[in-house]
């Protein structure tokens, strides 16, 4: 394996093999740009994360079969004057609804013909201070948030011919004049994607920056900053073509979340694993002045833990692919695919441009054998020392710093309301804000039941559940005169979990007896990815457990080593989850965070904690040919504590570039996630597994062959 590793090390960083593999990258970015779409132009926002199978995904279709003509998407348009609305105001909305009636918008399906309305009539739709009106407009429910977004931008163009100023502009702290907010699904889902498409850019640059900035503080040298930063960007430039391509084809699907968070991993881990080639072959040319030989050492010395690093973050995400919610199984395939490029980038392309560079590369300080050979890294010696000297004392304070922090786990409350991860001044969510406080929450987003050939006291005894604010009279389908519909309004916001609580409830009474039910809805959506979602936790938290299991079995024929490493970063991630808790309930006011936050979390910590783990319990494993297990330990801490540490660093602070945007549901992940590889790089890898590996001794490699061989002493 050994001399596999120093040949691929030749062809790839050699004399003739630099030049050979920069001509390939440089070929294959250009064909890729020139040839295949950019990812940008097919990313999905409005994928649905449900399947076709899902009871709120089929109640959904049958609104639409037996009451086509008045589906589609609400746009809710939420008129509002703290004086009161004057019946000239009405008039003139009474209007613009005209004009959409009669010459609609782009994705525009239908309107609530409220100008047909008198105006007794329509004073009996305000809210009952009289301060608020909501208008209803569908739109088209196959149509993109950016189609969407014309239409819209076409009301709003009308409405400032109407109202003479641009009422979607005004302040709603403004006493008399009369102001307008988009919100509803339609408004939502424009808010959403205007949200990443803004973030797209700035999360980009500050990506970027953040890495230069601590490469060039941790090698102080400006050329071997750039070197990562030149492979990933390579990487990129590969994988956003790739993605448009799959997108393009229907191969995949993926939305401006996912770019986003693919944007930080590619940089964060792609770093890493640069940074275990270069701070290797850094180490050799210490000691070896043929700089291609020195490559050959550090090469074969880090490729093999690169690879199976890679390969564990790999097989942790394409587990996703097992997810039923859109989300989590979106991400899978771009994920996975930046991963493996950037796998081959960092052993292929890094190589190349070290071989280019040689020595330079460390400029203003470059490395050279000498006889007088400078201590290197004795904090992380010391540190080594006293997880081998002092195993128990260490183990037990680390187990209740972490422990403390995983019990907060029990404290966190979840959401999956949406609009709760948007900024406070968003048009949707002042818009929701509005009705909350004058109609109530309900009317956001209204729970639809369909029932065949329902009872007559149906009605009754959906008004008689907790949580129901009021039932319509039952409309009949044209379709099917069997077939009604009741639109409930509930008594709060219909993205919490307490309007999901009322779903079942509704299910129960809606199907009782020989009555046959439908529930269609937002709320009834969201109750059906709540149930989504805790059943992809519990398949797909056990299948990454396994797989990354098997993977460490089978690189460290150890049982004893796979199972604390395993266990070494479950409880991290219990800690971060706990931690970050406390950050944002107690420091932040965060009432609850996001219901997506769990799995996204537990993929990422656990599959890039085990990176940190496995390079240096490689470390250790190699040491044990030439030293006893205890010296072997520490001697893998003191190799392997400073570039471990400067990766954890970079791969944090990447996540927590993330905590920048003013979206919520990013900002918990990235936070939470930057917590618990922070917490992996300062106490599990330098503290904890070590101590660990030192209490069980030879134990340690059991069943592997070291287990006969090496000494604890």
């Known amino acids: 394996m050994h001399h596999f590793l120093e040949k691929i090390a030749n062809g790839v960083g050699g004399k003739k093999g630099r030049f050979i593999t920069l001509s390939i990258w440089i070929l294959a970015v250009i064909l890729l740009q020139l040839f295949l779409p950019s990812a940008n132009e097919y990313k999905d926002d409005v994928a649905s994360d449900l399947k076709a199978s899902e009871p709120s995904v089929i109640a959904d279709k049958k609104v639409k079969e037996y009451f086509g003509s008045k589906s589609g998407t609400p746009l809710l348009i ?182 986003s968070i693919m944007t930080v991993l590619l940089f964060g881990a792609g770093t890493d694993y640069c940074l275990f080639l270069i701070t290797r072959y850094r180490s050799v040319l210490r000691h070896e002045e043929n700089r291609y030989k020195a490559f050959k050492v550090a090469f074969s010395g880090t490729a093999g833990a690169i690879l199976l690093s890679g390969l564990t973050v790999m097989v942790a995400l394409l587990m996703l692919l097992a997810a039923q919610y859109g989300s989590f199984h979106n991400f899978a395939i771009p994920f996975s695919l930046a991963i493996l490029i950037m796998l081959i980038s960092s052993l292929t392309l890094v190589p190349a441009l070290l071989g280019l560079f040689g020595r330079i590369s460390f400029w203003p300080f470059i490395p050279h054998p000498t006889k007088k050979h400078k201590k290197e890294n004795q904090f992380w010696n010391r540190v080594g020392k006293l997880a081998t000297k002092h195993p128990i004392m260490v183990t037990i304070l680390a187990l209740l710093i972490l422990g403390g922090a995983a019990l907060q786990t029990t404290n966190v409350a979840y959401t999956y309301d949406t609009l709760s991860t948007f900024p406070e001044d968003m048009p949707s969510r002042e818009g929701f804000k509005l009705i909350s406080d004058h109609y109530g929450a309900g009317y956001l987003a209204k729970v639809e039941v369909l029932a065949e050939n329902p009872t007559d006291d149906l009605k009754q005894e959906l008004e008689n559940i907790k949580g129901v604010q009021s039932v319509s009279f039952p409309e009949k389908s044209k379709e099917n005169r069997n077939i009604v519909k009741y639109d409930i309004v509930l008594s709060m916001n219909p993205y919490s979990n307490e309007a999901m609580n009322v779903i079942p409830k509704i299910k129960k009474v809606g199907g009782a007896e020989a009555t046959k039910a439908y529930v269609a809805g937002q709320t009834a959506a969201q109750y059906d990815s709540r149930a989504v979602t805790e059943h992809d936790e519990k398949v797909i938290i056990p299948l990454v457990i396994a797989l990354i299991s098997i993977l460490l079995l089978t690189y460290l024929r150890s049982l004893t080593a796979t199972l604390y490493l395993v266990l070494s970063v479950l409880i991290s991630y219990a800690s971060a989850i706990g931690l970050g808790w406390l950050i944002l309930h107690h420091g932040f006011g965060v009432a609850a965070i996001s219901g997506l936050i769990p799995l996204y979390a537990f993929v990422f910590i656990v599959a890039l904690g085990e990176d940190y783990n496995i ?58 996630t930057a917590i618990g590889i922070l917490l992996d790089t300062f106490l599990v890898r330098p503290l904890l597994v070590p101590a660990v590996t030192t209490l069980f001794g030879r134990w340690a490699f059991w069943p592997g062959k070291k287990y006969k061989t090496v000494t604890k002493d």
């Open 78 to 259: 939420t008129w509002y004057s703290q004086t009161g609305l004057t019946n000239e105001q009405l008039g003139e909305i009474q209007s613009l609804n005209a004009s959409l009636t009669k010459k609609p918008v782009a994705s525009q399906t239908s309107t609530v013909p409220i100008e047909k309305m008198p105006p007794i009539v329509l004073k009996q739709q305000l809210s009952k201070d009289q301060t608020t009106f909501i208008q209803t407009i569908l739109m088209d429910e196959s149509a993109t948030a950016d189609e969407l977004k014309t239409g819209m931008d076409e009301i709003k163009t009308r409405a400032e011919g109407i109202f003479g100023e641009n009422p979607f502009n005004k302040k709603i702290t403004n006493t008399s004049d009369l102001v307008a907010r988009t919100t509803g699904p339609a408004g939502i889902s424009v808010d959403a994607t205007g949200l990443f498409q803004d973030a797209d850019v700035s999360l980009l640059i500050a990506t970027v920056l953040i890495v230069l900035i601590i490469l060039l503080i941790i090698y102080r040298s400006p050329i071997l900053a750039l070197i990562p930063l030149i492979a990933v960007g390579f990487a990129y430039l590969i994988i956003t073509p790739l993605l448009g391509f799959l997108g393009e084809q229907g191969f995949i699907t993926y939305g401006s979340q996912g770019l």
């Open 615 to 672: 390079f240096m319990i490689s470390s250790i494993w190699k040491n044990t040919k030439k030293w006893p297990l205890r010296k072997a330990v520490q001697e893998g801490v003191h190799q392997t504590g400073g570039v471990i540490t400067s990766a954890g660093v970079i791969l944090a602070a990447t996540f927590l570039v993330l905590t920048t945007l003013p979206i919520n549901l990013l900002v918990q992940f990235g936070l939470i």
